[in-house]
């Protein structure tokens, strides 16, 4: 397998995560603890790097990294005094009860990678 077709299809799966989360879906999704939302963590960026909860509810987001650099080791959310190392490749489920409605910053430890967690009345 050479390098190019990793990265095409590393970028279809890109593409359909895109595609199902944010095209297919328009609005919010619903999330709980029982399924969780995976976020990508490669070239920069969370993928999403958007995502919106309701209120008072457990949900579990599922980190993978695939982004091998220092910078995507640890994501941090400032808000619920929690942070996770991001192993290479393994998956890594967060489960949090975000109590009260508002916007959350996620980052990685340098705060290059930012994702936002919105949390909405229930
Ligand atoms: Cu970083």
Known sequence: MNH??????????IGLIVWWFWLSRP?????????????VVADGVYTPARI?????????????????SPCAEKVVFDGFNTVRDLPLGQPVDL?????R????EFTCQ?????G???????
Do not use: C, W
């Not at 409605?101 to 959350?104: L, S």
């Not at 340098?110 to 930012?114: A, P, V």
């Not at 936002?116 to 229930?122: D, G, I, M, Q, S």
């Open 52 to 68: 919106e909860v309701p209120a008072g509810r457990p949900v579990t987001l599922r980190f993978l990294r695939k982004d091998p």
């Open 101 to 104: 409605p508002g916007e959350y």
């Open 116 to 122: 936002t967690l919105v949390v909405r009345n229930a």
């Open 27 to 39: 609005r919010a999704r619903q999330a709980s603890a029982d399924t969780p939302i995976d976020i």
């Open 110 to 114: 340098m705060k290059m990678y930012r």
């Open 4 to 13: 190019l077709a990793v990265n095409l299809g590393g970028a279809a799966v």
């Open 95 to 99: 489960t949090i009860v975000p109590e």
